[in-house]
């Protein structure tokens, strides 16, 4: 009787939210719908595809557009099936059966998931209780545990917080390993070492559509590195990875560069609201919960009924993501953070009283 392997006997499909919820916080995307003109423009490409055809294996147009919107080279692009392609194409390639990778706690789960998967050796750093990274402590295992690949997010999802600049240089350039800097995030900060990337032989940065852009669906994730580096992971990536459609309406995305930063301010200014009314509720509850300072387009925070409030937001059929003793809460639209607001504050008056 065949048996599966030891890497994959007691995995467990990844589970988001599923079921219908009027309103949805809990994935990190943008609250904006499509204008329609661009809407408009996607039926005019589905119309006018050769499906018949594979895609170009390179995504040319597609990287170009990226590397206009972001003053990068293009020929230092890679463009992916959403960041997760090239996170788990990376882990394969750049890690071999043995070699340590570092991942720092709480982060993203996806991270550990690939490196073991590539049966690479998994090591976690805790954040300290604040959640900040301890750079001189990445710096310290990376050095004594001969790390071969670093990765971690900035701005951090979950915890929403930033690490500067500064602090980001000053990692890369102490340790060997290959540092994969995801910022998926970023376009809601001003920290980005996109301008600076060929300064280093040992980075490539991430970014995706699914948060600022509202291309969740569209799946597009793009690397930028060294081009050797670059080169190393075009060759490694499949021929067609990422499919015509998305391509070209990635593309007309990345091509509205005035359209889209209009809608991050008003992403930007549905954040500041969420995180004000949020504070104002750890006012009145300090015991209850603490609010973080946020760099995204999300709110992190730290409750010790966690489980009790996010199942009480499911039964007012409101989604928000729940981490042992934290709740992730999307930015939505004005009424959507009115709504959890509301709720949040019935919760835990109600929890008051027991």
């Not at 300290?128 to 710096?139: A, G, K, R, T, Y």
């Not at 969740?216 to 580096?229: D, E, N, Q």
Request: hydrophobic share 40%.
């Amino acid at each position: 009787m065949y048996q599966l392997n030891d890497k994959i006997r007691n995995l467990k499909p990844y589970d988001p939210i599923s079921g219908e919820y009027a309103i949805r916080l809990d994935a990190n995307e943008s609250f904006f719908s499509l204008p329609e003109d661009l809407q408009q423009e996607y039926a005019r490409i589905a119309s006018h595809l050769a499906l018949n055809r594979y895609p170009d294996p390179l995504a040319t147009q597609l990287c170009q557009a990226f590397a206009d919107y972001y003053q990068v080279p293009v020929e230092n692009v890679t463009a992916g099936n959403g960041s997760d392609e090239l996170i788990s194409i990376i882990c394969n390639s750049f890690l071999e059966k043995g070699d340590r990778f570092l991942t720092l706690e709480p982060e993203f789960s996806m991270y550990r998931f690939y490196g073991s998967l590539s049966e690479g050796v998994p090591v976690t750093l805790q954040k300290p209780e604040n959640l900040q990274i301890d750079v001189d402590e990445v710096i310290r295992v990376c050095r004594e545990q001969d790390i071969k690949l670093l990765i971690f997010s900035n701005p951090c999802n979950p915890t929403s917080l930033g690490l500067g600049r500064e602090e980001v240089r000053r990692l890369i350039s102490s340790v060997e390993a290959l540092v994969v800097l995801d910022e998926a995030y970023m376009d809601f900060w001003a920290q980005s070492l996109l301008p600076e990337f060929q300064d280093y032989d040992n980075l490539m940065i991430l970014r995706t559509c699914s948060k600022a852009f509202g291309g969740a669906a569209l799946r597009l994730g793009f690397a930028v590195a060294s081009l050797p580096l670059t080169n190393a992971l075009k060759a490694v990536k499949s021929p067609y990875n990422v499919n015509s459609f998305s391509q070209a309406a990635g593309a007309a995305l990345l091509g509205r560069k005035e359209a889209s930063q209009a809608a991050l301010e008003e992403i930007l200014r549905s954040r500041e609201e969420l995180l004000s009314g949020l504070k104002e509720l750890e006012r009145e509850f300090p015991q209850a919960l603490h609010v973080y300072e946020s760099c995204t387009n999300f709110a992190f925070l730290r409750m010790e009924k966690a489980e009790g409030a996010h199942a009480y937001l499911l039964g007012q059929s409101i989604a928000v993501r729940k981490f042992p003793g934290y709740l992730r809460i999307t930015a939505g639209t004005l009424q959507e953070n009115a709504a959890v607001l509301e709720a949040l504050a019935r919760f835990l008056r109600d929890a008051g009283k027991e």
